[in-house]
């Protein structure tokens, strides 16, 4: 078996299809409008209707999304524009939008060297096919959250870290208290040491201090005694 080789003027080969594979290698550029692959074979878990496999000794650089203005494609990329994944699903007649992965300049044009992003991910509400923004990262690595943040596991810890070290500074740890109850326990890092419970929160409402608890204005007493 042998193959079908290509070639363009005064550049070369351009495309070759292995006649025993039906494998088609390209050495340029495909451009053109949109294209669309329609999968049939139903590919498996551990597989996809496209596959992309980098060699580098390294992490490979499997796949790279451009995006250009279509107005002024030779200008730079404006504020708040970018590339966008869609995602969508059969409604047995046509398409729905359900989702999408966003990345676009954060707060001015992309220049030489200095491209600030954001990346924001949208999911369709119930009787919606409209994605609405859900959750974004952005250039300075803050996120927001439209809806709720759900921590699931038996014991939740959420660390507050100083950047510039790593260490872990405070914690907050949700965890079960007297068997269906919940506990929140506040840990603090006192200097050169390790860290330590500083405040804890029962399901009884109770609150328990290690330490000394300052109050700058008043307390009002709704129930209970003041010791």
Not at 109 to 120: K, Q
């Amino acid at each position: 078996a042998g193959s079908m080789t290509f070639f363009v003027p005064n550049v070369g080969q351009a495309l070759e299809i292995a006649q025993n594979t039906g494998n088609a290698s390209f050495s340029g550029k495909i451009t053109g409008t949109s294209a669309e692959f329609i999968d049939t074979s139903n590919p498996g878990a551990t597989s996809g209707s496209v596959i992309i496999e980098g060699r580098r000794d390294g992490s490979a650089n499997l796949l790279t999304l451009r995006a250009r203005d279509a107005s002024a494609p030779t200008s730079a990329l404006p504020d708040g524009q970018g590339g966008l994944i869609r995602f969508q699903g059969f409604d047995g007649t046509d398409f729905e939008n359900m989702g999408y992965i966003q990345v676009a300049a954060d707060g001015q044009a992309v220049a030489n060297g200095d491209a600030p992003s954001f990346m924001a991910f949208g999911t369709s509400a119930d009787g919606s096919s409209s994605p609405t923004e859900g959750m974004r990262i952005d250039s300075s690595r803050n996120a927001t959250f439209a809806g709720e943040v759900t921590l699931s596991a038996e014991t939740q810890y959420l660390n507050f870290k100083k950047a510039s070290t790593a260490d872990i500074l405070s914690t907050i740890v949700s965890e079960t208290d007297a068997g269906t109850g919940g506990k929140l326990r506040f840990l603090t890092k006192r200097n050169g040491d390790t860290q330590v419970n500083a405040l804890t929160l029962d399901d009884n409402q109770n609150a328990t201090f290690a330490g000394n608890a300052t109050i700058e204005t008043g307390i009002n007493l709704e129930s209970g005694t003041l010791v």
